[in-house]
């Protein structure tokens, strides 16, 4: 089957098919760096991981830009309450973004320009609508682009010329269709813009971009002036992407994309998540909560990207319950033995393929996806208690799932030693640092070190809890107890045994 995707432009399921195959052009909206991103962002942002990581699954050379915004209204102003020049205030969180993108495990884009080293592109492209006559310098010193010069404008969001409010000029870069008509594409400068250092010389007057245009001067730059692939969130088709098509085809007189994808929200109790809402949670909160980014990305695999996801803590919890279970199986798949059952597993793993490819050929059905893997975990446990599979079979059975989705790449576990004393373990009964075999639960002998004992215990308990064998967990913990230590489960599964009275584990 031939990848559809569903074309925000067209309104249909379309099949895809590049320009110049194998190569993709693929252009992504990335953060505005005037604070951290948070997960609602970042849903996007693994959406598009998926969908870079299918293409390039199913044999195309992707070409990934994604943007980083660090000049607009928000950045300026955030800036200046700061103190800071733009560039020393913006620093901070295009790192940030750049350790949450490798803590989700994203494949790196080719390409991250940020606004601010693009001046030039943006300044030929006014240039180039000036000389086109769709775009006019304002009383103000600002240039707008002329929205009824470009008859075709509306198209992708489906607004109609005659809601925008006539004759309306904003300076803002937020704005709505009630207040919007003509919009910035170069703004003149303000005495808080010279403040931050944001005002740049062009021949049209010193100032600033307009927040549209810098997507449309770089995407040209790196991409050309048609691409494949343009996504971003379902709050950018208006104003930011339709403002994008006007400007890019207003100045080359040839399509600007080819198609469009738009990521649905993610909800926090039915409402949109947003810092304007100030119900927002960010990568940075999950990892020091020592969530597993695989969680996160099993949560999100649960819903297709156009839907809108309700997040909440007992839906990641359980999230990352089934992403454990699935590294469980892994391992076990790994340790089992590979000889003399050559064909044991191989029809599961073909299900599996098939199903896999069908799954995401239907606009990344990640929902119908996850659900073809557990078939095949059932399948694959019953042929495993049966009998052994090949290698071969073994190295297939879940390359293709993992390679695309990211939700089966548990951080392996290790047992390390914490503080005074204290013995902590992550979750996992199998991999670096535990045992296969449960230890004989018993008391430390008197020549025994009392934390290799405590580690020993805590192996024996985190399999017996995986197990569901609730009576040696708790042997397991009584046995502890008895010898002064303190088990504390946390709330992404790992366990945490402590002397009592030891100092807190460092952050």
């Not at 494949?107 to 000389?131: G, K, Q």
């Not at 810092?275 to 909560?289: A, E, I």
């Not at 992403?323 to 044991?344: C, H, I, K, N």
């Not at 996806?369 to 208690?385: I, S």
Request: hydrophobic share 40%.
């Amino acid at each position: 089957m031939t990848l559809h995707l569903f074309n925000t432009l067209t309104r249909e399921v379309d099949p895809f098919s590049p320009l110049a195959p194998p190569k993709v052009t693929l252009y992504t909206c990335g953060p505005t760096v005037w604070n951290y991103a948070h997960i609602g962002n970042f849903r996007t942002f693994v959406f598009e991981d998926v969908l870079r990581r299918y293409l390039e699954f199913s044999g195309y050379q992707v070409v990934h830009v994604m943007n980083l915004t660090d000049v607009d209204d928000r950045t300026i102003a955030s800036a200046n309450r700061a103190g800071l020049a733009l560039a020393e205030h913006t620093a901070p969180f295009v790192k940030a973004f750049f350790e949450d993108r490798d803590y989700l495990r994203l494949e790196p884009a080719s390409h991250y320009p940020r606004a601010t080293e693009h001046i030039p592109h943006m300044v030929a492209l006014v240039e180039r609508l000036l000389e086109r006559r769709v775009a006019y310098r304002g009383d103000d010193g600002s240039v707008y682009f002329g929205i009824d010069r470009f008859p075709a404008y509306g198209r992708l969001s489906r607004v109609e010329r005659r809601d925008l409010k006539a004759g309306a000029r904003v300076s803002s870069d937020e704005y709505t269709k009630e207040d919007a008509r003509d919009f910035v594409l170069w703004k003149a400068a303000k005495p808080e813009d010279e403040q931050a250092g944001a005002a740049w010389d062009a021949p049209f007057g010193r100032g600033r971009p307009g927040w549209h245009l810098e997507c449309s001067a770089m995407s040209q730059h790196y991409l050309g002036e048609t691409i494949d692939l343009h996504a971003g969130g379902v709050d950018l088709i208006f104003p930011h992407h339709e403002d994008e098509i006007a400007q890019s085809e207003a100045a080359t007189g040839k399509p600007f994309v080819r198609v469009w994808l738009h990521g649905e929200f993610l909800l926090v109790e039915g409402t949109k998540m947003s810092k304007r809402y100030g119900n927002f949670l960010t990568v940075r909160d999950l990892r020091d909560d020592r969530w597993d980014a695989a969680a996160l990305r099993y949560l999100f695999a649960q819903t297709q990207y156009r839907k809108q996801l309700n997040f909440s803590d007992d839906a990641l919890a359980a999230a990352a319950t089934g992403a454990a279970r699935l590294a469980e199986f892994r391992q076990r798949l790994a340790d089992a033995p590979a000889e003399g059952a050559s064909g044991a597993l191989g029809p599961a793993v073909d299900r599996l393929e098939s199903g896999f490819g069908a799954a995401m050929d239907d606009d990344l059905d990640t929902p119908k996806a996850l659900a073809t893997l557990m078939d095949f975990v059932r399948e694959a446990n019953r042929a495993l208690d049966a009998g052994a599979a090949s290698a071969a079979e073994k190295a297939r059975a879940l390359d293709v799932f993992d390679r695309v989705t990211g939700v089966l790449q548990v951080t392996p576990a290790r047992v390390v030693i914490v503080g005074n004393g204290s013995v902590q373990l992550p979750f996992s009964v199998h991999g670096t640092g535990t045992v296969s075999d449960a230890p004989i639960l018993k008391p430390p002998a008197p020549s025994e070190d009392l934390d290799a004992w405590a580690q020993r215990m805590a192996q024996a308990r985190a399999r017996a809890r995986w197990k569901k064998d609730w009576a040696t967990a708790d042997e397991a913990r009584r046995l502890l107890a008895a010898q002064g230590f303190e088990v504390r489960d946390t709330r992404e599964g790992a366990v945490e045994v402590r002397r009592r009275g030891a100092p807190n584990r460092p952050a």
